[in-house]
């Protein structure tokens, strides 16, 4: 059974060869705490190897929950995207 994905890619232009997006989705139905780090500190030691020295990704500016816990790991809110709505609304 799948639980999560993460995913890590990067742009191959050499000025920013050291910047990867990392994609970080676990089912609803999962909710239990360790999923979520587990995947993000996979993601740090997955891409450490390949010379990615920042992670950039991207979350809705109303996922609280995710906002806190990347924060916790060390992300900081560099940009905020508009009209982005919650569903049904």
Known sequence: MIVGRLSIARDPHPASRHVADLGLMVAA??????????????????????????????????NEPAILLYERFGF?????????YRRGR
């Open 76 to 84: 900081v809110r560099e940009g905020y995207r508009k009209a982005h």
């Open 29 to 62: 139905d999962r909710t239990a705490p360790g999923y979520r780090p587990a995947l993000l500190d996979a993601g740090g030691r997955l891409g450490a190897p390949a010379g990615v020295r920042k992670l950039e990704l991207h979350v809705f500016p109303h």
